[in-house]
């Protein structure tokens, strides 16, 4: 049975720290004592413009108007490409820290530590793009505001 307490959480917390990239404001709660939900709230990328330019069939002003979505960790391959799938994979395995999967469908068996659920703003609070005003370049570089100060992306950067 699905469980995540205090202690869980806060082992989640620490691996979280360790992938989320500089300037990305976030937050961690527990849903129902199964669910480990992480909001991200602010970040230098336009995340409906990305989805937008991933997925063209969308418009982006759909969510826009509404300021939050909600992310499906087993397909971010359909929504981000680069450097940013690349940062959503590592949220993703941090954010299983401590999780298994022993669960059968075909015996329909579901046996797992905890669910995770990602969410781009609050449905009272929406997400804020902190990233200059809306230009050409920024959906094109996105992968810059993942840069250090050696120039070397996230994903070539030994973590400590």
């Not at 970040?43 to 990305?50: G, N, Q, S, Y």
């Not at 939050?68 to 959503?88: A, I, R, T, W, Y």
């Not at 022993?102 to 804020?128: A, L, Q």
Request: charged share 25%.
């Amino acid at each position: 049975m699905a469980n995540v307490d205090q202690g869980k959480k806060a082992l989640i917390a620490a691996a979280l720290k360790q992938v989320v990239p500089a300037g990305w404001k976030y937050s961690l709660s527990v849903d129902r004592h199964s669910t480990i939900v992480m909001t991200i709230s602010a970040a230098p990328v336009d995340f409906f413009e990305v989805v937008h330019t991933k997925r063209k069939a969308r418009n982006p002003e759909s969510n826009r108007a509404s300021g939050n979505m909600s992310l499906n960790h087993f397909h971010l391959g359909q929504v981000f490409d680069g450097e940013l799938l690349e940062v959503f994979k590592r949220i993703t395995a941090a954010l299983n820290t401590g999780n298994h999967d022993r669960s059968d469908p075909m015996t329909d068996y579901f046996d797992v530590g905890h669910y995770v659920e990602i969410n781009v703003g609050r449905w009272n609070k929406p997400f804020v793009c902190t990233a200059p005003p809306h230009t050409a370049e920024t959906v094109e570089s996105a992968t810059e505001y993942f840069r250090d100060e050696d120039g070397q992306s996230s994903s070539e950067t030994p973590r400590g």
